[in-house]
């Protein structure tokens, strides 16, 4: 079985653009989770969709965004981009019940210049 | 809220020795599940292991298990017979039971692991 996949993997953009990042879960998976990984922060949750519906956001700036499609897969934007946006993007699905185990993707790494 | 505290950000271990990572976490909740990741050079979060808070035994996999002492709230990883591919940064990962915190985990800082030849 497919692993979880995100595109792109590496991204360098300019401080104020947009930038979308995308995650295709393992199939059957309809939990996607993205968690924000830094240095000085740590991992941190960003939000969960579950079928098609936000069900869960940590705690950051309405500039971070998401949205799940029918097949589950999954995007994230990020709007007005600031440079403590830097990091690696980790997306990560599970199955909706026990137990529970969250696979991740190899992540996008950020970089906000 | 639930937080994740891992108190050792470097430990190390000769390869084939027995190493032990720390993890405490704090909660009001009788029901969770705790899980340690494993985050290579790569960057790829690898699941290690999981424990559901109502068992009392504790979970093994291979060489890694756990000692989950649920009135102390302490969830540590002990690896036995350490590899060289065992090198890594740990996070010891929370997840809530309750239905309305979904699939969120909260993590700990890690603790970066190096195995000595």
């Known amino acids: 079985k497919a692993g979880v996949t995100q595109t792109p993997r590496y991204l360098i953009k300019t401080r104020g653009q947009q930038v979308t990042l995308s995650c295709s879960p393992i199939?059957?998976?309809?939990?996607v989770s993205w968690y924000q990984q830094t240095p000085g922060q740590g991992l941190q949750f960003l939000f969960e969709?579950?079928?098609?519906?936000?069900?869960n956001k940590g705690n950051f700036p309405g500039r971070f965004s998401g949205r799940q499609f029918s097949n589950s897969r999954s995007e994230m934007n990020v709007s007005t981009l600031e440079l403590g946006d830097s990091a690696l993007y980790l997306c990560?699905?599970?199955?909706?019940?026990?137990?529970?185990?969250?696979?991740f993707g190899p992540g996008t790494r950020l970089t906000v210049t | 809220a639930q937080t994740v505290t891992q108190s050792q950000p470097e430990m190390s271990v000769q390869e084939a020795e027995t190493v032990t990572l720390s993890c405490t976490y704090d909660t009001s909740e009788s029901d969770y599940y705790l899980f340690w990741y494993k985050q290579p050079p790569s960057r790829q979060m690898i699941l290690v292991i999981r424990?559901?808070?109502?068992?009392?035994q504790n979970a093994t996999e291979n060489r890694f298990s756990v000692n989950f002492q649920k009135a102390a709230k302490s969830f540590s990883l002990k690896i036995s017979d350490s590899q060289l591919g065992d090198a890594a940064m740990y996070f010891c990962a929370y997840r809530s039971a309750e239905e309305t915190s979904g699939s969120r985990l909260t993590f700990g800082e890690g603790t970066q692991l190096t195995v000595n030849p």
């Open positions: 199939s059957g998976h309809r939990s």
């Open positions: 990560a699905s599970s199955f909706s019940g026990p137990p529970y185990e969250q696979y």
């Open positions: 969709y579950f079928s098609e519906t936000q069900r």
């Open positions: 424990q559901e808070a109502y068992k009392q």
